[in-house]
């Protein structure tokens, strides 16, 4: 079965941190490009990054309103792709979501998602 | 960066009627362009991309069409598992951007 499993969600204050992991199966991961989105809380959907696969180099491409403070990473041993939030706003408190970059550049296997609330 | 506007924000409509959501780019966006469908607490789900072209198990009563700036997701014979949100997603250059979402709701 092909999914994304997202981890390590939760509250943080103003200026905090988070690593945020999403676990994929049922696909070949290395092969695969792939993004965070979020939402927030009654908003609708914000993509934040993507990563290439390794074999491609594996750059790295961000939203601006997180470019300098998220970082997007992948280890293929562990088909594992990770989002670092670092230096975190209010405005970032959302739902993250893992997701595969499909044909036509758009995003066709989605993870459930993992809540990230920033707040003092 | 692209703004992708959708209207209407909301449409009532009843179980076999025919919907149609448009989503409009700031700038062209050639056919790079696609739809999801979100019901509550649950991941976006891909509907359609390159514009018209309709992802892998999804009903024929999905289509698209548009080029350039202009696009329209048209629902036929509307369905109770249709009502939900849909939001529309330009892929033509980065950052990729997302419309506001339209909800359908039962009338």
């Known amino acids: 079965e092909v999914q994304l499993v997202e981890s390590g969600g939760g509250l943080v204050k103003p200026g905090g941190s988070l690593r945020l992991s999403c676990a994929a199966s049922?696909?070949?991961?290395?092969?695969?490009?792939m993004s965070w989105a979020r939402q927030a809380p009654g908003k609708g959907l914000e993509w934040v990054g993507r990563i290439k696969s390794e074999a491609e180099g594996g750059t790295t491409y961000y939203a601006p309103p997180v470019k300098g403070r998220f970082t997007i990473s992948r280890d293929e041993s562990k088909n594992t792709l990770y989002l670092q939030l670092n230096s975190l706003k209010t405005e970032d408190t959302a739902v993250y979501f893992c997701t595969r970059e499909g044909v036509g550049r758009t995003f066709d296997i989605w993870g459930q998602g993992t809540m990230v609330s920033v707040s003092s | 960066d692209i703004q992708m506007t959708q209207s209407p924000s909301s449409v009532s409509a009843s179980v076999g009627d025919t919907v149609t959501i448009t989503c409009r780019a700031s700038q062209g966006i050639s056919s790079w362009l696609a739809w999801y469908q979100q019901k509550p607490g649950m991941a976006p789900k891909l509907l359609i991309y390159a514009t018209s072209k309709l992802q892998s198990g999804v009903p024929s009563r999905f289509s698209g069409s548009g080029s350039g700036t202009d696009f329209i997701l048209t629902i036929r014979s509307l369905q109770p598992e249709d009502f939900a949100t849909y939001s529309c997603q330009q892929a033509n250059s980065f950052p990729y951007t997302f419309g506001q979402g339209t909800k359908l709701e039962i009338k």
């Open positions: 049922g696909f070949t991961f290395s092969d695969a490009w």
